[in-house]
């Protein structure tokens, strides 16, 4: 991550009910995505450009990655 780059807005999953196994993910400031583990915060995050985001939503919304 550039130093210049600013993560806000940290969400989980609204599906995620509270659990404990989940990720959070961010806005970076040039509009791509962070990731972070939420039970290890500290452990740090990484970073995705906007393309790469969008193509990772929509395979997961396509299905590709289910079993």
Sequence with gaps: MRPSQSV?????????Q???????????????????DTKN??????????PQWQHFVEAIKSGRFDR
Excluded at 8 to 16: D, L
Excluded at 45 to 50: C, I, N, S, Y
């Design 41 to 50: 915060r500290t452990a740090g995050h990484f970073t995705t450009t906007a």
């Design 8 to 16: 806000t807005g940290w969400r989980t999953s609204s599906r995620s």
């Design 18 to 36: 509270g659990a404990q196994n989940c990720v959070e993910v961010g806005r970076t400031s040039d509009a791509g995505a962070a990731v972070r």
